[in-house]
Every structure is written in structure tokens, then in C-alpha cells.
């Protein structure tokens, strides 16, 4: 009973200070407003439901107030469904017939933050806010999940240090995690990680073709206590400039992750990519493996998944055999479209067994300023996952046959 007074206790201080920061930028003048509005059509067929038809529309509004040393943000997040709700949303329509499209209808304050700019060198971010560990999508171990149209955002306190180009460093405590399947989903743990975070991130720019980047995360979880964990990690990302415009690329990382639930052993994260890159297209290979000790496995329960081991998003948590993943990846332009190509072949870490292979393809084409549609972007992306369902049975768990796709078109604006 103290400790759940205590954790009440700071939670309402917490949010006293925002507003009492919101009550002083409310006098100052100097106010910003923009919005970004996105519709999209995506249907899931995962061979044993209903197929899934959304048609599903998401308005954000932001508004930034204040001075040079202190600013509010606040954006309303809306997210409207046309035609029906022929899906199953992740657990509050109740439409459990349906495949799963995980954007539930419904109106939220996505952000509502201070920023203390300190000095040219520190600021402060106090509120619910964008948190990730790198820029996206490329956000493995924490991020906002912004392919979904309720996007994920967390209720932290964070200190941010860039004094040099070449270096930023990130310090986060975080409280609560606003997960992508709302606020009025019935599992508690769906709606919210409640939960005692510290997220410490580096990055620096060695030369101006070599980045390093460091980090740990210390997550204890108030309901989800099995995926509590500490994990620590480096990554490095680097490119050779060749004759005729052509680069070589190629990158690593490796984690280590200890769960805090008693019995679960410490796993490993791995990750190597190769390839190259002109002016026109940019070709990559890559392994990425979630490592198991046979029954435990290593788990980004933070992340921005849906850009990591395939489109079709059947290893959004990793399978207790752990996951490997060895993907091909091409993307370029074809004139004014921008096109990507992905092969996944997936397999266990523990004991040999095949899950299966996924391809996709995506494209999108942004209108030009001066043309009628000037700003717009229009989209559309296909995936398709065929199981090894022997392997995956094998492996104690239970994968099929996925097909998915999506047409979207949206916008930003500036509304001043």
C-alpha cells in the first residue's frame, strides 16, 4: 500500500508541474499550429479469420506555444473508421472474427509536453511526448510506431545534451507507455505499460562515414513483469566511397539482455548488414538474430516493430526458439516513385526449425510544389508471409499463411 501511495504521490506531481508549465506558456504570444491527416485502406487475410476491410482515417492537430526558454506542445490525435469496422482492432471493438488491424477508433491527447530549451547545448522535455531510441522507423528498441494510425508515445522526463554535431546524448525516465491499441482497450496491458523506465542513448559521428551508437535500458513493467529487463548495446553504421558514385555499405550491433523475472537466462541480440548504394538505388543484405536460451528470448517490447522482420508483423514478439532473420532489400526511385523491394527468411535460434519467408513491395509518389495536389503523397504497399507450419509447430508455436495490403494518402500542414 505505501509503494502504490508513492508511485501515486509522484504521478501527481508530475502532471501539477505540466500544467503549471502550460498555465505559463498560456501568457506568452508566440504560437504555432499544424496537422497531419492520413487515409488509408489495409486488408489482412492471416488464413483463419474473417479477411480484414479498414478503411480508417487519422487526423493529428498540434499547437506550440511560448518563448525562446520555455514551450508547451499539445496534439490531438483522431482516428475515424468509414464503412464499418470489419476488423479486429486488437481487442476494444470486440470484432475478434476479423483479422487483426491494430488502429482503433478515438480521440486522444497523443502529446502534451514541456520543452525547457536550457542553453544552445541541453533541453528538457517534461509530459507525454515522441520518445525513440533512434529516428524513424528505424527504431529497434524504442520508439512511436508511426506506421499505425494511433501512434505510440510515452509520459517521461527527458534530458537531451547535442553541444557538438558529432555527438548527442539522451537520458529518459519514463512512467507510463501509450500503446498503439488505445486507451479504451480492456486488457490493461494493450491500453498502457505502466511501468519504472530509464532509457540512456549516445550517438556519435566518428568521420562522416562512420556513426556509433550506444545504449541501455532498464525497464521494470508494473502488470507485464515478464518482459522487465536490462539491456545494454552498440551499434556501428558505416559507408567506402567507390569510383563511378558508388558507395559500400555495412553495419553491426550486439545486445545483451537479462530478464528480472527469477529462472529466465540472459540472451543475446546480433545483427550484420552489407551492401552498396548509388545516386539510383540502394541494395542491402542482412541478418538480424533475437537470440534464446531454449525457453527465454530477447524482447523489444518498446520498439517501432512493424519495419523489422517483415511487413506482415508475425514476430512482433519474439518466439521463446528466439527468431533469426535474413533479409534482402532494394530501393530506389523509378522516375518520381519511390520503390521498395524485401525478402525475409525466417528460422529459429534454438533448434534448427524453419518458420518460413516473406516478400513486399512499396511504393509511394509525392506531388510536387506549383501542381494541384501539391503536397500530397500517395501510397501503396503488399506483403505476403507463407508459414512453414511444421517448423513452426516444432518449435512450440503457431504461424500461417499471411497476406496483407495497403492504400493510404496523406498530408501535412502548416496551419498559421
Known amino acids: 500500500m505505501i509503494e502504490i501511495c508513492s508511485s501515486l504521490s509522484r504521478l501527481i506531481v508530475f ?70 469496422e470489419e476488423y479486429n482492432d486488437g481487442g476494444s471493438n470486440r470484432k475478434t472474427e476479423y483479422a487483426v488491424i ?35 522507423p528505424w ?6 510506431v508511426s506506421w499505425r494510425q494511433n501512434e505510440q508515445t510515452m509520459d517521461a522526463l527527458l534530458v537531451s545534451f547535442v553541444g557538438d554535431v ?39 559521428e566518428v568521420t562522416e562515414n562512420i556513426k556509433l551508437d550506444a545504449f541501455l535500458f532498464n525497464l521494470d513493467f508494473d502488470e507485464a513483469t515478464q518482459l522487465s529487463s536490462n539491456t545494454i548495446g552498440s551499434r556501428i553504421d558505416g559507408s567506402i566511397p567507390m569510383d563511378g558514385n558508388f558507395r559500400i555499405l555495412y553495419g553491426a550491433e550486439f545486445a545483451w539482455q537479462e530478464p528480472k523475472s527469477d529462472g529466465l537466462e540472459s540472451t543475446t541480440y546480433r545483427m550484420i548488414q552489407g551492401g552498396i548504394q548509388n545516386s539510383a538505388v540502394k541494395l542491402l543484405l542482412k541478418n538480424e538474430l533475437l537470440g534464446s536460451d531454449g525457453s ?66 512499396s511504393c509511394s509518389y509525392s506531388w510536387v510544389e506549383g501542381s494541384m495536389l501539391s503536397g500530397w503523397t500517395i501510397g501503396a504497399k503488399f506483403t505476403s508471409f507463407s508459414a512453414d507450419t511444421g517448423g513452426a509447430m516444432d518449435a512450440g508455436i503457431s504461424l500461417n499463411d499471411t497476406n496483407k495490403f495497403w492504400f493510404w494518402f496523406q498530408r501535412n500542414f502548416d496551419l498559421n
Open 296 to 361: 527465454n528470448s530477447f524482447q523489444t517490447p518498446l520498439a517501432t516493430l512493424h519495419i523489422h522482420q517483415g511487413w506482415a508483423d508475425r514476430f512482433l514478439a519474439t518466439p521463446a526458439r528466439g527468431v533469426s532473420n535474413t533479409a534482402f532489400n532494394a530501393s530506389g526511385k523509378l522516375g518520381d516513385v519511390k520503390c521498395t523491394f524485401e525478402f525475409n527468411a525466417y528460422s529459429s535460434d534454438e533448434g534448427g526449425h524453419d518458420y518460413g519467408s516473406e516478400y513486399g513491395t
Open 166 to 204: 558529432k555527438l548527442d546524448v539522451h537520458g529518459a525516465f519514463i512512467k507510463n507507455v501509450n500503446r498503439i491499441f488505445g486507451e479504451n482497450n480492456e486488457i490493461p496491458t494493450r491500453a498502457n505499460f505502466e511501468l519504472d523506465g530509464l532509457m540512456l542513448t549516445g550517438n556519435y
Open 102 to 136: 491494430a488502429d482503433p477508433v478515438g480521440t486522444e491527447i497523443n502529446q502534451g509536453y514541456l520543452l525547457f530549451d536550457v542553453n544552445e547545448d541541453w533541453d528538457i522535455r517534461l509530459g507525454r511526448q515522441e520518445l525513440a531510441h533512434r529516428a524513424y
Open 15 to 84: 502532471y501539477i508541474l505540466i500544467l503549471v508549465g502550460f498555465y505559463a506558456v498560456a501568457q506568452e504570444s508566440s504560437t504555432d499550429l499544424s496537422a497531419e491527416l492520413r487515409f488509408r485502406y489495409e486488408q489482412a487475410d492471416d488464413s483463419v479469420n474473417d479477411v480484414a476491410n479498414a478503411y480508417t482515417g487519422r487526423l493529428a492537430l498540434k499547437w506550440e506555444g511560448g518563448n525562446n526558454l520555455l514551450r508547451a506542445i499539445i496534439e490531438i490525435e483522431h482516428v475515424s473508421a468509414f464503412l464499418g
Open 139 to 144: 527504431q529497434r528498441y524504442a520508439g512511436t
